[in-house]
């Protein structure tokens, strides 16, 4: 099922609802569809959809099949939650440690995304007024379903509730200016993710995925979550350990080698480029850069 949060033309309001047609062009509101969702009212948040069963996602699609879709045209899909997390996972690529000057490490290398940087999956990205260092980095995501901890790895996969795509844009003189790596990936808009959640029973193997990132057309970056060093379900192992997981919780597993940075020179962002970021199965996401507006200057102290 492909989980969506949608925008109509001239609302405010967004709605969620489901995806349908064989070109995913189609938005059914749950609005529409309260008699056949769990609990008779829809959601006020996709999370809640992480835990349907089999048999109430079922009956979600039948209904929605026989429901009124409306063109995609006729608004904008949004991100499709915002989490109370939003983990990251560097150097998760061989090939990818290797160009950024790095080694493989024994245990993965985490760091936080400041939910505040979360945007849409076709929004417009902020080049920061601080730095001309702006760089991309096409990534699976996967959304946690259910609240976890200590979670064997041998079923860690059970508490993933959806896959998403993801671009955990990159200021690298911000990052690469302290060990950890924080303030250089939460800059305002810089994690775009969807453009809608793909629920994990539809991904048979989440480390059996092609990536792909073009900018302005050109591809920068190919490879497959085979590669990954450490899997989802290692990552969910690990995490886990330490913290408790939630409903919601995204987590960016790493990006593969071709990164703007590695190139020779580098290749950073300027406005007005296009990056694109696919994950099979998973959809497709593209943001245009745009300079930072000054109305993200707020008044200190806020009036």
């Known amino acids: 099922m492909k989980l969506a949060r949608f925008r109509p033309v001239g609302e405010d309001t967004a709605e969620l609802g489901v995806l349908l047609g064989e070109a995913l062009d189609a938005f059914v509101p749950f609005s529409t569809l309260a008699a056949a969702l769990p609990g008779g009212e829809a959601p006020e948040d996709l999370r809640a959809c992480l835990a349907w069963s089999a048999a109430e996602r079922d009956a979600v699609a039948q209904a929605a099949e026989a429901g009124e879709p409306r063109p995609l045209s006729a608004g904008t899909l949004l991100a499709p939650l915002k989490p109370e997390k939003c983990l990251a996972i560097g150097l998760n690529y061989r090939a990818h440690a290797e160009e950024f000057g790095g080694t493989v490490a024994p245990c993965p290398t985490v760091f936080t995304k400041q939910v505040s940087c979360i945007t849409g999956p076709f929004a417009p990205i902020h080049r920061p007024r601080v730095s001309e260092a702006l760089d991309y980095e096409g990534e699976m995501v996967l959304v946690i379903g259910q609240r976890c901890r200590h979670v064997p790895e041998a079923r860690a996969l059970e508490v993933v509730g959806a896959y998403c795509v993801g671009n955990d844009v990159s200021v690298r003189d911000w990052q690469l200016q302290t060990p950890q790596f924080t303030m250089g990936k939460s800059f305002d808009t810089h994690g775009p993710v969807g453009p809608y959640l793909t629920t994990a029973d539809e991904i048979k193997d989440p480390q059996a995925l092609n990536l792909q990132t073009w900018v302005n057309g050109e591809l920068r970056q190919e490879s497959s979550t085979a590669l990954m060093i450490f899997s989802c379900a290692q990552l969910i192992a690990h995490l886990s350990t330490a913290f408790t997981l939630e409903p919601g919780d995204m987590i960016f597993t790493g990006t593969p080698a071709g990164i ?15 990056v694109r970021v696919a994950v099979e199965g998973l959809g497709e996401i593209e943001n245009v850069v745009i300079a930072e507006p000054e109305a993200t200057a707020l008044p200190f102290p806020a009036a």
Do not use: I, S
């Not at 703007?260 to 962002?269: D, S, V």
């Open 260 to 274: 703007g940075h590695a190139m020779k020179p580098p290749a950073y962002l300027k406005v007005g480029d296009r």
